[in-house]
C-alpha cells in the first residue's frame, strides 16, 4: 500500500477518534439535531472555497443523484441518530458500536456490488470477527444495560447499517465525482435536512453556548467533516469499502488513549490486550486484498 494511503488513514483514524468526544461536548449544550445541522453547514462553507479555487466541475446524471441520495443516508439520517443517541451512550461505547461497520460493510459488499471481484477474502471475514473480540475484551468493564442506552445503542446500530450501505453504494456511484464536490453538495443538502429537522422536532429547545461547545463545533465542521470526509471519498476511490470501514475497529481504541493522555482516565490490562487483537485484525483486513490478488495471479498462471 502507498504511504500516502496509508498517511490519509492514520489521519482519518486519528480524527475518528477524536469526534465521539467532540459530539458528547457539542450536544450537552445544543440539541442534537440543531448542533448536527450546524456541523455540516459550516463545513460545507469550508470547502465551497477550495471548489471554486480549483474550478471543479459540479456532477451530473447518476453521479449527482448519487450524491443527493447519500445526503440523506450517508449525513442527515446517521448524524441525527448519532447525535441523538450520544445523549443517552458514552462516547466511548458509541465508538464500540461502531466497530461492527466493517463486519457489516462485508457482509453488505458482494450483495450490492454484485461482481466477483467485490467479494472480501476468508482472512478479513476472519480478521473483522476477531476485531470485535478484541472490542469486546477493551469495553468488557464499562458496558452496562438499560432501556436508555438499549435505545441508544438501537440508534446507533441503525446508523452504522446506513452508513456501511452508503460506503458501498458510493464506491461504485461516485467514481466521477470529485471528492471535494460530493463531500461539499452533501453537507450542504445533510445540513439543511437536519436544519428543517431540527425546526419540527426541536422547535423551543435551548441552547447553552459555550467555549468547550464552540471548540467542540469548529473541530467536528472543520476536521470530523470538512477533513475527515473529503479523505474518506478519495480513499473509497483506491480501496475497498471494507478495507477502509475497518479503521472503525481503531476508532474506539483512541479514544480510550486520549481519555488517559487528556482526562488521566486509568488504562486497565483489558484495554492493552483488547487493543493489540483489534491493531492486529487491521494488518490482516487490510493485507487480505493483496494475498487474495497473488493467489488469483497465481490460479491464472497454471
Do not use: C, N
Request: aromatic share 10%.
Amino acid at each position: 500500500m502507498k504511504a500516502r494511503l496509508i498517511l490519509a488513514m492514520v489521519t482519518l483514524a486519528l480524527v475518528w477518534g477524536s469526534t465521539w468526544m467532540a459530539i458528547s461536548v457539542l450536544v450537552k449544550a445544543v440539541p442534537p439535531l440543531h448542533s448536527a445541522s450546524l456541523r455540516f453547514l459550516l463545513a460545507a462553507v469550508v470547502l465551497l472555497p477550495a471548489i471554486q479555487w480549483k474550478r471543479l466541475p459540479w456532477p451530473t446524471g447518476r453521479g449527482l443523484h448519487a450524491t443527493i441520495l447519500l445526503s440523506l443516508s450517508m449525513i442527515a439520517l446517521p448524524s441525527a441518530l448519532v447525535f441523538w443517541s450520544e445523549q443517552r451512550l458514552s462516547s466511548g461505547l458509541t465508538a464500540l458500536l461502531f466497530g461492527a461497520m466493517p463486519l457489516l460493510t462485508a457482509i453488505l459488499t458482494p450483495w450490492m456490488a454484485g461482481r466477483p471481484p467485490r467479494r472480501v477474502p476468508r482472512t478479513a471475514w476472519q480478521a473483522m470477527i476477531v476485531g470485535l473480540g478484541g472490542l469486546g475484551i477493551v469495553f468488557s468493564r464499562v458496558i452496562s444495560t438499560s432501556l436508555s442506552q438499549a435505545l441508544g445503542a438501537f440508534g446507533v446500530l441503525v446508523a452504522v447499517l446506513l452508513y456501511a450501505a452508503s460506503s458501498v453504494y458510493g464506491k461504485e456511484a461516485l467514481q466521477t465525482v470529485h471528492p471535494f464536490v460530493s463531500t461539499a453538495i452533501q453537507f450542504f443538502l445533510g445540513g439543511i435536512w437536519l436544519a428543517l429537522a431540527s425546526l419540527i422536532f426541536e422547535r423551543g429547545k435551548p441552547s447553552a453556548w459555550s467555549a468547550q461547545s464552540l471548540v467542540a463545533l469548529v473541530f467536528l465542521s472543520v476536521f470530523s467533516s470538512a477533513l475527515s470526509f473529503t479523505l474518506y471519498y478519495w480513499l473509497l476511490q483506491r480501496i475497498e469499502a471494507y478495507q477502509l470501514t475497518s479503521l472503525q475497529l481503531i476508532v474506539p481504541i483512541i479514544a480510550i488513549a486520549e481519555g488517559a493522555l487528556f482526562m488521566f482516565e486509568p488504562v486497565p490490562w483489558s484495554m492493552i490486550v483488547g487493543a493489540a487483537v483489534v491493531l492486529g485484525s487491521v494488518i490482516f483486513v487490510m493485507r487480505s486484498r493483496q494475498e487474495d490478488e497473488q493467489g488469483i495471479a497465481l490460479q491464472l498462471g497454471k
